[in-house]
């Protein structure tokens, strides 16, 4: 069953490896691998978050606000880039068993597409985080970003 508490782990400064398609709808497309950082803080007495990460090899930063809504016990992710200085269509799902997943709806590159975020690995110094995108409904999926965070030297949860 998720709480507000499921993002309780992520408080705290994070090293993050990234490894992003250069093309989010193309299977055969070359994966970079580059490092940022991030640090998330909790609002709300844990019923809500926001991180911000630093992409320097991208020129970007991004934001991240996580909203835990007690009646549907699920949690909204609004994300926003710095490059575009919007925020992207949410995402809602919950935590079960160790693991988020999270869905909704989006465009790129003027189609259409479903929108997967999974939360995984959870530890007190480490998480994974992979995003996914559908072109045809949710049958297929082709992961085209994943984060792999580890706990900032000296750091610790909250």
């Known amino acids: 069953m998720s709480s507000p508490h499921d993002f ?14 250069t093309d989010f709808l193309d299977p055969d497309s070359a994966w970079t ?8 803080r909790p609002l709300f007495d844990g019923a809500a978050n926001v991180d911000e990460i630093d992409m320097p090899r991208l020129s970007a930063k991004g934001a991240t606000l996580r909203l835990f ?3 549907t016990e699920r ?4 994300w926003a880039s710095s490059l575009t200085g919007t925020l992207f269509p949410p995402v809602f799902g919950r935590f079960e068993n160790g693991r988020g997943e999270f869905h909704g709806d ?4 003027g189609k259409e597409v479903r929108v997967r975020f999974l939360w995984s690995g959870v ?25 792999e965070f580890i706990r900032s030297s000296g750091t610790t949860a909250g």
């Open 123 to 147: 530890s007190p110094t480490s998480a994974r985080w992979e995003q996914a995108f559908s072109v045809d409904g949710g049958e297929t999926w082709l992961t085209n970003w994943i984060m």
């Open 33 to 40: 691998e580059f490092r940022g950082t991030s640090l998330c």
């Open 69 to 71: 809504d007690p009646d």
């Open 106 to 109: 989006d465009t790129h590159d």
């Open 75 to 78: 949690w909204s992710l609004n």
């Open 8 to 21: 309780d782990f992520f408080h705290g400064a994070w090293d993050v490896h990234h490894r992003r398609r």
